[in-house]
Nanobody
Framework: QVQLVESGGGLVQPGGSLRLSCATTGIHVTMYNMGWYRQAPGKQRGMVATITSGGSTTYADSVKGRFTISRDNTKNTMYLQMNGLKPEDTAVYYC??????????????WGQGTQVTVSS
């Protein structure tokens, strides 16, 4: 029932831009904390940007000023606008949605990822 599907990745030259989308089904994005994570070769998966259910955002230091996370509550879709891309941004980007319920319950969902390659 719950599904997160990333799209928008691809090959881009350094300094270029990409807009990633995370289309969701089975959830309301207003009820979840969401974020973009990435995993590059030889590195652990790390947080890129997050947006809380209330709309507050945070960014990894490495992407501040270049990336912007947003969502469309009506479409239940989250976005990541990536500008000024660098080769070190090359990674598989994953969409995440999570929430905590009563009694210690939690829900955490991941998309399958979309490849972003920054290369000349």
């Amino acid at each position: 029932q719950v599904q997160l599907v990333e799209s928008g990745g691809g090959l881009v030259q350094p300094g270029g831009s990409l807009r990633l989308s995370c289309a969701t089904t089975g959830i309301h994005v207003t009820m979840y904390n969401m974020g973009w994570y990435r995993q590059a070769p030889g590195k652990q998966r790390g947080m890129v940007a997050t947006i809380t259910s209330g709309g507050s955002t945070t960014y990894a230091d490495s992407v501040k000023g270049r990336f912007t996370i947003s969502r469309d509550n009506t479409k239940n879709t989250m976005y990541l606008q990536m500008n000024g891309l660098k080769p070190e941004d090359t990674a598989v980007y994953y969409c995440n949605a999570g929430r905590s319920g009563s009694g210690g319950s939690s829900w955490n969902y991941w998309g399958q990822g979309t490849q972003v390659t920054v290369s000349s």
